[in-house]
Every structure is written in C-alpha cells, then in structure tokens.
C-alpha cells in the first residue's frame, strides 16, 4: 500500500526511529470530515489558516468569528465567514494560489483538528475543500477559555512590519507558552501545526533567531518533514491578552545534536529558526483568553 508520506517525513521518521508507527498512526488521515468534526468545527470561534504568496512562501493568519462563522456544508467542505480577514495577505494569497492548511483548535478542551486542502474566495468567505484532515491528541495545549467577541476592535488593527525583533518581542517570545508554525511541501501542501510548552521553552538567540524544542508527538512529522525538504516557515505568536499578533517568517533548521537538544527538558530534538521578517499588529483579534492551566504533558 502506498504510504502517506512524502520522501522528508519518511526520513525523519526513519531517523527518529518511528517509521512502522507513523505508518500505524496515519491511519487517522482522512479525506472527510465525520459527524462529530462537523459538530466540533461549527461551535469553534478561531481558526489558523496557511497560505502561499506568489513566490512559494508560506503564510500564517488567524481568523476569528463567532460559533457559527465557520459552517460544514458537506464531508468536504468548510466554509469560513470570518469577521474580518487577518491582514491582506491571505486574500492577495488565495487569489493568486488555491492551496491551504488549517488548524483549528478548541484551546478550553484541547482539542484540534488539521486539515489540508484547497481554498476559494466567494462572497467575503473563504471555502475550503479537505483533501486531508485528522484531529490530534491534546499534548501540550495550555487550557484557555475565550470571551465574547467585539466586532469593533478589527477596525483598530495596527500593522507594523520589521526587519527583526524589538526588544519587546523577545520578551514576549521568551515567555510565550505557545505559538503556531506552517511549512510547506509541493507534495503534501501546507500544514498548520500547534506548538506548546512551558514558559520559556522557546529560547531567543538574538534578534534575528530563535530555537526551539521538539517534543515526543504522533510520530508523523509533517512538520519536520516538510523542514527537512523545504526550510521555509512561518510561525504565527497570539498575545491571548492583549489581543496583538506577531506573524514571523524565515528559514527553519532541525538540530540533532545531542549536547544542544540535552539543554532543553524533554526535548527530543530542536528547532533553530533564523528570521527574514516580522509583521506586528495590534488589535489583531477580538477575542481575550483567560489563562486557565498548563498542559500536564509540559517536561518540566
């Protein structure tokens, strides 16, 4: 039978010595969405979504609505009616290149669904058909519970692009218990993924670098895969507080060094993130999330 993976998971796989698992797990995969991932998608109220500029670069927004904004219209397709796009980009994206990746991700219940698929613009919303889509386990989501949603902060947003990181953002960066990344491979398409840890867990080298751990997981590696071939990323920071967000894209590079990964608690191997450009915007989503606890599977 023909495998799920492409030839930069499969190596990774093999190196990390999970490759008859990945092969077991990935019997998840589907190209439909089932009953209760409808029901899940149609009570959500964020998702993350990845697109691809013109050039190939991967991107990461965020949309927000309320419960309802994104509807199941069938097994395979999901129509998302946000109330306000996160910046031009994903349009000017969409328009040009139909591929995408989502997450979508329940941070109170920790639960998260990925999909993989095609996109189109109609009618100020975005309908994405699945090509690929499977929830994953709750590892390492810190518990978050979201308020009500005002529809008049979008129109405040602040958008501020940057060579690097402010001072500020480092430490934002430095004390940050969970971002999003998004990588690309011309096989399998974009893939969203959700990362977490305790505070700290993400070590800021400079201004133009960061690095950061790869905890035990479902031993599929789309991720890492994905780097392995095509080490251009985005990662996407929510300041779940303040409501700001900071998207960073750059050139992404899995260590296996064992004297540098034995630094980092529980992690199995790193990543080391070297940044091209940082867009900063204020008012970015309507939503605040009250802290709430941190995932028990955080090494400690």
């Not at 219209?73 to 980009?89: H, M, P, V």
């Not at 219940?109 to 994953?136: C, F, N, P, S, W």
Request: with cysteine; aromatic share 8%; hydrophobic share 35%.
């Amino acid at each position: 039978m023909k495998s799920k993976f492409h030839s930069g998971e499969i190596d990774v796989q093999t190196r990390a010595g999970v490759r008859n698992t990945a092969e077991r797990v990935s019997r998840v995969i589907s190209s439909t969405l089932p009953p209760n991932v409808q029901y899940f998608l149609e009570i959500q109220s964020m998702v993350v979504l990845g697109s691809l500029d013109n050039k190939k670069r991967v991107h990461l927004s965020v949309l927000t609505g309320s419960p309802g904004f994104m509807q199941v219209l069938d097994e395979r397709t999901i129509r998302i009616k946000a109330i306000a796009f996160d910046g031009i980009s994903l349009i000017d994206n969409l328009k040009k290149r139909n591929e995408t990746g989502m997450l979508a991700i329940d941070l109170a219940h920790r639960y998260r669904l990925k999909v993989k698929g095609e996109a189109h613009l109609k009618d100020r919303a975005i309908y994405v058909t699945t090509k690929r889509a499977y929830a994953q386990c709750p590892k390492y989501i810190q518990a978050r519970e979201s308020s009500s949603i005002s529809s008049k902060i979008q129109s405040k947003q602040i958008m501020t692009h940057l060579e690097n990181l402010t001072n500020d953002l480092q430490m934002f960066i430095d004390s940050a218990d969970t971002f999003f990344i998004a990588t690309y491979h011309e096989d399998s398409g974009i893939d969203v993924s959700h990362r977490g840890g305790n505070p700290g867990f993400i070590k800021v080298l400079n201004k133009n670098k960061i690095v950061f751990p790869d905890y035990s997981g479902n031993s599929m590696f789309n991720t890492l895969g994905n780097i392995s071939v095509n080490p251009g990323t985005s990662l996407l920071f929510i300041d779940f507080h303040n409501r700001s967000t900071i998207q960073l894209a750059g050139q992404a590079n899995i260590i296996w060094d064992d004297d540098r990964i034995n630094e980092f608690a529980g992690a199995e191997r790193l990543v080391e993130f070297e940044i091209c450009g940082v867009l900063y915007t204020q008012n970015a989503v309507p939503l605040k999330w009250k802290f709430q606890e941190y995932s028990p599977f955080n090494p400690g």
